[in-house]
């Protein structure tokens, strides 16, 4: 697939979040969107966690990792996907 039928595959799939987010009840998806959602994925968590890994401290300002992945950008609506919801705490606190 050329760079931009992939950019314009990554934009389609961030407007369906269906497709996506893990709320949504019903999943719809066809088979070569998935296979390469898949893959595209695959690269943005290798890419993002190579800055990841850049990032220790101490580290030089030069060492610090810059992807030249094409379509990082376009799949910056993922970045929060992976953190966790709030919780309640709903056990009392007997010790208090």
Not at 29 to 38: R, S
């Amino acid at each position: 697939m050329e760079n931009e039928k992939c950019l314009a595959l990554i934009q389609l799939y961030n407007s369906k979040g269906m497709l996506w987010n893990s709320k949504f009840l019903i999943t719809i998806t066809k088979v070569c969107a998935k296979n390469k959602i898949t893959t595209l994925l695959a690269s943005y968590r290798r890419e993002k966690s190579r800055i990841k890994k850049s990032h220790i401290t101490g580290s030089a300002a030069g060492t610090v990792y810059v992807s030249k992945w094409f379509a990082l950008s376009e799949f910056d609506f993922m970045a929060g996907k992976d953190t966790p919801n709030d919780t309640v705490d709903t056990f009392p606190d007997v010790f208090t």
